[in-house]
């Protein structure tokens, strides 16, 4: 489990940083301003698309099918599910590119009707990433299914990489339209790549699938859709709230959000190897390998959100543009640390229940999750500002994971890890985060020490927990 996570996690991480690079240079060429505003609101809609499907939500519903067939009738299920993804994805993508005006009015409230048009008029061309990435996302699971990560890993990477290049070499002068056409050729190299290796698993362009396959598939992906729709319904919440708190607060919360991610990483890629490891298992067997998982997903979180919350005054200082640092994204950043080792959590447990075919138990408690989030979205941003954003993110991240951890009779454990991941974050934030004054370097140093150290202790209980099960 390790070593295949390892692998993803190196694949994924190039694409991260592509996509950070992305940020970085989009903020530099345009500043925290209306315009960079303007572009991650015309973003929103297509990103959470793929965040979806990165996130493996066809994945989920399409590996226990694929294992379930014989090798014969392997290659027509293969074949006829990527014409169903990419004949859907192309209708998706002329209804995002016809609704673009009122898109935008949705997910933008806050922005000015300048700013709007030039939002519509990008979004109409970022539409047309839909084909491209849910055909990739259907290549991906046989070859999940055969335990090869690597090529699906590299999506991100190919994703951002002509959009870098673009910003890079056009810096202030960048045209929105040409950068929006820039990820539209991004999305097509994610599914080329992965054509030889489904070629030589019997994918012919040829070949059609069944309708039973297509009803089949959508009754396990239904829950599933439901439940990243809700995920991604608050981060429309979350979007909403920002652009009515100020002109650049959408700028900032991106970019808390895309720091955060970072980390993610390891746990995005132990969730597919975990998913595919207990789709083959059950009872305990598969209970066994979930123990293992949350172990190893506390080892990979619990440094890195501790780590985020005593340097992020340095970070934003040493990694993105001048001046950002001095306002209020380090705090923001800090705060939305504090749900990495939760939220990772969840995602595992909610496998947990993927690997056995059941897709509705989790969604309930996600929804319950959400619905708190959303409660709390429309209170919080206006009480406490900025930090009310991520208050309202974790308190629908802690109630998802009581109801996941009850059903699967471990909330006495999950407890037991909050209190350690919490007394962790709590300390280096009263102990790391005050140092912002003395230097940004000295403040990650003694941020990136401290993060060795839980890494090293909690590497040797994962150990003895491994050795004991």
């Known amino acids: 489990m390790f070593g295949a996570t390892l692998l993803l996690t190196l694949a994924t991480l190039a694409g991260l940083l592509a996509g950070f690079a992305r940020e970085w240079l989009l903020v530099a060429a345009w500043g925290a301003g209306a315009r960079t ?10 990103e959470a698309l793929r965040t979806m499907l990165a996130g493996g939500l066809l994945s989920a519903a399409a590996l226990p099918l694929w294992q379930a067939r014989a090798e014969p009738a392997r290659a027509r299920w293969l074949s006829g599910f990527a014409w169903h993804c990419l004949l859907l994805g192309a209708a998706l993508g ?17 922005l000015a009707p300048a700013s709007a048009a030039e939002a519509a008029g990008v979004l109409r061309w970022l539409a047309w990433l839909a084909p491209g990435l849910l055909l990739q996302a259907a290549l991906t699971v046989p070859l999940q299914a055969g335990g090869r990560f690597l090529l ?11 959009a870098v290049i673009y910003l890079r070499w056009a810096g202030r002068a960048a045209d929105a339209a040409v950068l929006a056409q820039s990820f539209v050729l991004g999305s097509v190299l994610m599914a080329l790549v992965l054509l030889p290796g489904n070629w030589r698993l019997g994918w012919r362009p040829w070949l059609l699938g069944c309708r039973g396959d297509a009803r ?56 597919q190897v ?23 997903c506390t080892l990979l979180t619990l440094p890195a959100a501790a780590g985020l919350i005593g340097a992020a005054p340095a970070l934003v200082a040493l990694l993105l543009p001048r001046g950002l640092a001095d306002g209020p994204l380090p705090q923001l950043l800090a705060l939305y640390a504090l749900g990495i080792v939760f939220g990772g959590w969840n995602a595992l447990l909610a496998r947990y229940f993927y ?14 999750g959400s619905g708190l989030q959303a409660l709390l979205l429309f209170a919080l941003p206006y009480l406490f500002g900025l930090p009310g954003l991520a208050f309202a993110a974790l308190g629908g991240v802690l ?71």
């Open 37 to 46: 505003d303007a572009y991650l609101v015309a973003m929103f809609l297509p």
């Open 94 to 110: 002329a209804a995002l590119a016809v609704a673009a005006p009122w898109l935008v009015r949705m997910v933008g409230p806050g």
């Open 152 to 162: 699906a890993g590299l999506g991100s990477l190919l994703f951002n990489l002509p």
């Open 216 to 271: 089949e598939l959508w009754r396990k992906l239904l829950p599933l859709l439901a439940s990243s729709a809700a995920s991604q319904g608050l981060a429309l919440l979350e979007r909403l709230a920002a652009s009515l708190l100020g002109e650049g607060v959408i700028t900032l919360v991106n970019l808390a959000r895309k720091l955060i991610n970072l980390p993610l990483i390891a746990l995005m890629s132990l969730n």
């Open 274 to 296: 975990l998913l595919g490891k207990m789709s083959g298992l059950a009872g305990e067997d598969r209970m066994r390998v979930l123990r293992r998982g949350l172990s190893l």
């Open 355 to 368: 690997a056995a075919g059941d897709t509705r138990a989790p969604l309930l408690f996600e929804l319950a």
């Open 399 to 469: 109630l998802t994971g009581a109801l996941l951890g009850g059903r699967l009779r471990l909330r006495r454990r999950l407890l037991a890890e909050g209190a350690l991941a919490l007394g962790a974050a709590l300390a280096c934030g009263a102990l790391l985060f005050p140092l912002r004054g003395q230097g940004a370097w000295l403040q990650l140093g003694w941020a990136t020490l401290s993060g060795a150290l839980l890494l090293a202790l909690l590497g040797w209980r994962c150990r003895l927990s491994w050795e004991a099960d």
